[in-house]
């Protein structure tokens, strides 16, 4: 193994908190010294996150009735050796307390059945503040999440294909604190970037847990299908208690909507901004090249040469004979014969002598020109918010991006390759990011969004990687013309990563894009490079530790202050490693080896509980500290949170095989018969993340037949309490862009492992804008169930109006003063009869706490 630590290029700037009006904050306390002493939990910087129902479910098992649900963070008030405390829950079997729990979030009831309806209430302080929804019982360990599938269809060169369910995300679109998910739908001829070829039309559909398809977005025939070329981020950017979603989007992209029956509705395109519109683009526009475009193409490209930037500026041949290696026989400009000649030459003679790979006759299937959009998108309805043009642009076909440099000539391969993540830029609350390219120039974009405007808060662009000959030469491992960013080219990963890794504690999270890490305020926090080995391409040069197809950014080694990064790297002999665990705060490399080859496979998680700190593998597996443990190693298609003990456990299976989820000391712990996972070779499941339940994660995978998604929940019980993951920034942006590109794992900001400290486990100070949109649709669900009736009903409906006013002006203090009359209003003992003990326990809990969040507010604004 090699082992060394590097030298990062570093720079570190400053920026401003962003006001958020109208959605209000609890105070953030100060955690005294001895905090630890009595047992209090750690609280962190404040900020915007989902408002969540108890997520109560409950399955079906040879021993009983397994229920799980969730501890939220705001609940936990201290910790034990086992877990956090706080409320604790009675549950409640057909309307009967059967039991108190106290040391988990879940129940095993010996004597429930099938048949059996279950409720959970927090206890505080011995007295119950709340009521769950009713649930019934699963029959079996999954749920089949119905889908609708599209109709097959045909490409323009004949080909016949089909869909299948893809990659997921989830939102609450509604605000009634439930998740909504949304599904990807890939054509079976979806294509890897580098691969020629039409593509059927990519679509995002948006379901509701039922299976309720509430709208579809078909993204047209000028977006490929692919893993690099849709990333779909859904999250609540406005804070109005309701996620958006956002995407690329072209022209053609529409909305289909749906009745009740499932029949279309309505179709609609985007609107296209109107300096498109004024130079004739339109929404029937179809872009995508057949192979006589492609030549048509080149045609056109090689008469305009002598105009090219880069031939004006002297940095590339003045003739395409020279930068073909051939003797010069043409004048330029080229007439449009003589560019037909050089173009066949091209195609038929100098490409396939390059390489036997480069069948540019048969090119086909690529769209290289139009315009390029990001579109916001509203959850609960579809409807297009606004749409802008995408940042940035492609330029060309991927000339400048050096796509056709190498001897594997590749038009529009890393020009199209894109990258999308979610991350809490000023520590409050969420922004958009949007990347473009990461093996040449590398550039990527954040917005946040007001509900009625993207507003770009900053971009990040490399600058084009100097070529000497755009059609022989070498673009990577070379700095870009920018004179800050300029050493992000070839760093970028399949994915990206958000975090907060500069250890200053406030909550605003970076950008790790790779190799490399942009800071919250835009600046480049560092380059990560070393010095190439013995053995290597150049021995004793100073390398980017380089591109790789896997990214972990965990808190690894929980006896370092920080979080550390594992990455693999594809540079081979031009790679100081194969593999490498850095500093995620300096990019320092901790441990990592040299492998002389592309490492393409690569994970973390407690494996080994034996071992301090999580388990790294690549090519071996290694603990935290850079011990070698085995040469072979656990899978790496993705892992999973899903054992009682908290080790982590690993997803097997890829093409037709069946998913299987095993543990690497005890063997096979769950078959998903009759499900499948995505992405060719690389076995993703569509979703792995948090959506019910206590903290365990939920395998969500398609039926092998895409008609539906079945949703795997762990029965085991365990005696580890802790808030949903959901809760957790660092985690809950993992889930957002778990679905981009290569598709990688969520890790929560704090040590997840067996023997975590339950000491060290922060808990965010949060707002959640949902509550009191939440507390009406209480009051009139219960209204119509008969538990709130008569004066009552209309007092609280009055008096909620006049804090909602109040709020709208800015009055924070009347707003309390109003909320305070509504707790005062439900608990008047005149009430008797007008309100049943659910709604009055419930009515007064979301009361409570938007309370707590407003006078927290105005405690910070003293």
Request: aromatic share 12%.
């Amino acid at each position: 193994m090699y082992l060394k630590k590097n030298t990062s290029f570093t720079k570190k700037a400053l920026t401003a908190a962003v006001a958020i009006p109208l959605l209000l904050t609890s105070v953030i306390g100060a955690i005294p010294a001895d905090a630890k002493k009595n047992n209090e939990v750690r609280k962190t910087e404040s900020v915007q996150l989902e408002y969540l129902d108890r997520g109560l479910v409950a399955v079906s098992t040879s021993q009983g009735s397994f229920l799980s649900w969730r501890l939220l963070a705001n609940e936990a008030s201290g910790y034990s050796e086992n877990g956090l405390t706080g409320v604790n829950f009675n549950v409640y079997r057909d309307g009967k307390k059967i039991a108190t729990v106290e040391d988990s979030t879940n129940f095993l009831d010996k004597e429930g059945n099938a048949a059996s309806e279950y409720y959970v209430s927090a206890v505080k302080n011995g007295k119950e503040i709340d009521q769950s929804a009713a649930v019934s019982t699963w029959d079996n360990q999954y749920y089949d999440l119905p889908l609708k599938k599209p109709s097959d269809g045909v490409t323009p060169s004949g080909e016949s294909y089909t869909y299948s369910a893809n990659d997921m995300s989830v939102g609450d679109v509604d605000g009634d604190g439930q998740y909504e998910y949304f599904v990807k739908w890939d054509p079976s001829n979806s294509k890897d970037v580098s691969q020629k070829g039409y593509t059927g039309n990519v679509y995002i559909d948006c379901y509701k847990f039922d299976g309720t398809l509430l709208y579809r977005i078909d993204l047209g025939v000028n977006i490929r299908a692919g893993a690099h070329y849709t990333q779909m981020m859904v999250y609540d950017f406005d804070g109005d208690g309701k996620a958006e979603s956002m995407f690329k989007t072209a022209p053609g992209s529409k909305i289909i909507k749906y009745d009740k029956q499932g029949n279309v509705t309505s179709e609609k395109y985007i609107t296209m901004p109107k300096e498109d519109l004024d130079k004739g683009f339109s929404n029937e526009d179809d872009y995508r090249m057949s192979a006589g475009d492609y030549h048509n193409h080149m045609v056109d490209m090689f008469m305009g040469w002598h105009e090219h930037e880069e031939v004006v500026n002297g940095n590339w041949p003045e003739t395409l004979e020279e930068a073909f290696g051939i003797e010069k026989k043409y004048t330029y400009p080229l007439s449009k014969e003589d560019a037909e000649s050089l173009a066949n030459y091209f195609i038929d003679e100098y490409a396939p002598g390059r390489s036997t790979r480069n069948e540019l006759r048969t090119f086909e299937g690529f769209i290289v020109d139009g315009p390029e959009y990001l579109s916001v998108f509203e959850g609960a309805t579809g409807d297009e918010l606004e749409t802008i043009h995408y940042k940035q642009e492609r330029h060309d076909d991927g000339l400048m991006w050096g796509d056709y440099a190498m001897s594997r000539i590749e038009p529009g391969n890393r020009v199209d390759r894109f990258l999308a993540g979610v991350a809490y830029l000023d520590g409050k609350k969420p922004y958009a990011v949007f990347a473009r390219g990461y093996y040449t120039r590398s550039s990527l974009v954040t917005y946040s969004w007001d509900g009625k405007h993207l507003k770009e808060n900053w971009s990040v662009d490399s600058g084009w990687t100097p070529m000497s000959n755009p059609f022989n030469d070498s673009p990577h491992g070379r700095s870009g013309t920018d004179e800050e960013f300029g050493t992000l080219t070839t760093q970028g990963a399949h994915s990206l990563s958000t975090a907060d890794v500069d250890g200053d504690g406030d909550g605003k999270q970076e950008i790790i894009y790779g190799g490399a890490t942009i800071d919250h305020d835009g600046s480049l926090l560092y380059s990560s490079m070393d010095t190439l080995p013995e053995g290597s391409g150049d021995p004793g040069t100073t390398a980017r530790l380089g591109h790789g197809d896997a990214l972990h950014v965990a808190d690894i080694d929980p006896d370092r202050s920080g979080l550390e990064i594992f990455m693999v790297h594809e540079g081979g002999s031009w790679a100081p490693y194969g593999y490498s665990l850095r500093d995620a705060k300096t990019g320092e490399v901790i441990y990592g080896g040299y492998t002389g080859k592309d490492t393409g496979r690569g994970m973390v998680g407690d494996v080994d509980p034996s071992q301090r700190g999580l388990e790294t593998w690549a090519v071996g597996l290694w603990t935290a500290d850079g011990s070698k443990i085995s040469d072979s190693a656990p899978g790496t298609n993705m892992n999973i949170k899903w054992s009682a003990d908290m080790t982590t456990q690993f997803i097997n299976g890829s093409g037709n095989n069946t998913p299987t989820i095993d543990d690497w000391k005890k063997g096979r712990l769950l078959t998903a018969d009759d499900t499948r996972t995505n992405n060719g070779t690389k076995g993703n499941p569509s979703l792995v993340a948090d959506t019910f339940g206590d903290w365990r994660e939920e395998l969500h995978v398609r039926k092998a037949d895409s008609s539906a998604i079945r949703i795997y929940l762990s029965t085991d019980v365990t005696d580890r309490k802790l808030y949903t993951l959901m809760h957790d920034v660092q985690y809950r942006t993992g889930i957002a862009w778990q679905n981009t590109t290569y598709n990688q794992p969520a890790y929560p900001s704090f040590y997840f492992a067996s023997d975590t400290d339950w000491r060290d486990v922060p808990t965010p100070e949060f707002w959640t804008p949902g509550v009191m949109s939440k507390l009406k649709k209480l009051m009139d669900e219960y209204e119509g169930s008969g538990e709130l009736k008569g004066s009552l009903f209309s007092q609280l409906t009055n008096t909620y109006k006049q804090a909602e006013h109040q709020l709208e002006k800015g009055s924070t203090q009347k707003a309390v003063r109003f909320m305070e009359k509504f707790v005062t209003q439900i608990n008047q003992k005149t009430n008797h009869g007008d309100i049943s003990q659910k709604a009055k326990n419930n009515l007064s809990h979301h009361a409570k706490t938007l309370l707590e969040m407003w006078n927290g507010e105005e405690k910070k604004l003293k």
